[in-house]
């Protein structure tokens, strides 16, 4: 909708400051759909050509543009290989550098790394990196939410169509801290006073499992645990992960 | 600016895919047959004893049946290329990364259908000037106005590319092609039907083939072509099929022009209007 393909049915909405719908400030938006799809008569540095043509860009620019974003993906050594010859991976990766030909202030990159081997998906975080280094922004909508867990500033989640919930993963760099401990020795009243510290305290049979907002307070648990006659065979803290977070927000998932 | 950027595209996708060579081939091998014909017959009138008259009107004749089916071949040709222009990059959603491009969705519609007008001027171009030399070069025939039955065959074909894109704004491939092709054939078969209730003044007849042209105008402009082509004295037999009463007038050829247009417009609004 941001980009013009899909009409809104009601309200407003400015993008870069300028309603949507404004073909100029496409000039400043890049975008990768999901299923990247395109000529595939083309080689990969026609496609750029190509899309640095639409984007008003001069042959000039596009001398200098073309070679270092096919570098930046890696496929340089493709770049007269037409596109029906190349595999998932390197249509993805010439997705995205098409998105970026016109160095766009705002990118919206719809599943990027999908269809991508380690290699690729590492790759990808880079260039989504050094977007964010030069001063753009990068909308990544992902299904993996590892890797917006390792690539992304903030994250929402949206549920049917509606923001359901947002989390800043600069603010709160330890997020809810998820301890999982194998003790003996550890009585209920011990248990109890683990509160101070912790959310949530719970020992079934030799497994502790405890919930905490910040990693400052575990060795406090750790020597309590200690002091009261525990036996502590293994204490991990666990970072409360993204998906788990979404599972929380998003619910059960009903089949639907 | 972006408009003659995908027009370039366009050609430059028929020419990638041979679809321009392997239409040139078939056409070069139809003047080829049509050629080896007009030879024949020509060769033929040598060894037997008939007034030039008669000889010139037979040879006229195949002449104007070289034009015909030029005609069909450029129509459908244009159909079958364009029929996916549209539709089918919608449907495999290939669209999107170009319609989030900096330029306005109108121009991405006229950039390809400016691509297809190309092509098919060039194919009408080549092939009736393929079709003129045999009969000059070959049978010692010339069309009356070659040159205005060539621009009216390619508004024919830019009428048909217009249709094929109006729909393929709302419709699948197959869809659109059936829909177009339908249309084309119901202007054809109302085309005979007016041709043979003029000869037959049988005015019922008349009036049906003037509503299917209204409906669906590509045969008309055709037959003035035939008929802006063919030589004086057939134009004035009233059993020929192209005769002076069943000529479409100019103004029905101003109609397909507004047909034209109307449908063009058609197509850029519901392009611009629709969904992605």
């Not at chain 2, 041979?18 to 078939?26: E, F, V």
């Not at chain 2, 209204?214 to 134009?235: D, G, K, T, Y």
């Given at each position: 909708m941001f980009l013009g393909l899909v009409k809104p049915s009601d309200g407003q909405a400015l993008v870069l400051g300028v309603p949507i719908g404004d073909v100029n400030v496409r000039r400043k938006i890049g975008f990768l759909p999901e299923d990247f799809r395109f000529y595939t008569w083309l080689s990969a540095s026609e496609l750029l050509k190509l899309h640095g043509r639409l984007c008003g860009m001069t042959k000039?620019?596009?001398?200098?543009?073309v070679p270092a974003l096919l570098d930046l993906?890696?496929?340089?050594?493709?770049?007269?290989?037409?596109?029906?010859?190349?595999?998932?991976?390197?249509?993805?990766?010439?997705?995205?550098?098409?998105?970026?030909?016109?160095?766009?202030?705002?990118?919206?990159?719809?599943?990027?790394?999908s269809g991508l081997d380690p290699m690729g998906r590492r790759l990808v975080r880079d260039v989504i990196r050094a977007q964010r280094d030069r001063g753009a922004t990068v909308f990544l909508n992902s299904h993996l939410l590892s890797e917006v867990e390792i690539t992304c500033d903030q994250v929402v989640f949206i549920k049917e169509g509606e923001v359901v919930a947002g989390h800043d993963l600069r603010t709160h760099p330890d997020g809810e801290i998820r301890v999982a401990a194998r003790v003996r020795n550890v009585s209920p009243k011990t248990v109890a006073e683990l509160a101070q510290w912790s959310t949530s305290a719970q020992l079934d049979g030799e497994r502790l499992t405890l919930a905490t907002r910040t990693t400052a307070v575990l060795p406090d648990i750790l020597r309590h645990l200690v002091s009261t006659g525990a036996d502590v065979f293994e204490f991990t803290p666990e970072k409360l992960s993204l998906e788990d977070l979404f599972l929380k927000i998003m619910g059960e998932d009903r089949g639907l | 600016m972006g408009a003659w950027i995908m027009a370039g595209v366009t050609f430059?996708?028929?020419?990638?895919?041979?679809?321009?060579?392997?239409?040139?081939?078939?056409?070069?091998?139809?003047l080829a047959l049509f050629g080896t014909g007009m030879h024949f017959q020509a060769e033929h009138f040598t060894r037997v004893s008939l007034p030039p008259f008669v000889r010139y009107q037979v040879l006229s004749t195949m002449l104007q049946v070289g034009f015909y089916a030029v005609d069909l071949l450029a129509v459908i040709m244009t159909i079958l290329t364009s029929v996916d222009a549209l539709s089918g990059e919608i449907a495999s959603g290939t669209i999107q990364a170009i319609a989030t491009k900096p330029i306005p969705r109108w121009q991405v519609l006229i950039g390809k259908w400016m691509g297809f007008a190309g092509m098919a001027a060039l194919y009408v171009a080549a092939m009736f000037g393929g079709v003129t030399a045999v009969g000059y070069f070959i049978g010692g025939v010339l069309p009356r106005h070659a040159l205005v039955g060539a621009l009216l065959v390619f508004l024919e074909c830019l009428l048909v590319l217009t249709i094929t894109f109006m729909f393929g704004t709302w419709f699948s491939t197959l869809t659109n092609g059936v829909i177009v092709l339908g249309l084309h054939g119901l202007a054809f078969i109302g085309g005979?039907?007016?041709?043979?209730?003029?000869?037959?003044?049988?005015?019922?007849?008349?009036?049906?083939?003037?509503?299917?042209?209204?409906?669906?105008?590509?045969?008309?402009?055709?037959?003035?072509?035939?008929?802006?082509?063919?030589?004086?004295?057939?134009?004035?037999?009233?059993?020929?099929?192209?005769?002076?009463?069943s000529a479409p007038s100019a103004p029905m050829v101003g109609y397909a022009l507004a047909y034209l247009l109307v449908a063009l417009i058609v197509a850029l609004y519901h392009f611009h209007r629709r969904d992605l």
């Open positions: 000039a620019r596009l001398r200098e543009r993906v890696g496929l340089t050594p493709h770049r007269e290989k037409r596109l029906r010859e190349f595999s998932k991976g390197m249509l993805q990766r010439i997705g995205l550098a098409q998105a970026l030909i016109h160095e766009p202030e705002l990118v919206f990159l719809d599943e990027p790394t | 430059r996708e028929a020419a990638r895919r041979k679809i321009l060579w392997t239409a040139l081939l078939a056409g070069s091998a139809f005979w039907i007016e041709q043979i209730g003029a000869a037959t003044d049988t005015a019922r007849l008349v009036t049906v083939g003037v509503v299917s042209s209204l409906i669906m105008p590509s045969e008309s402009v055709w037959r003035r072509a035939s008929f802006e082509m063919q030589s004086s004295f057939a134009r004035s037999l009233r059993f020929s099929p192209f005769s002076e009463a």
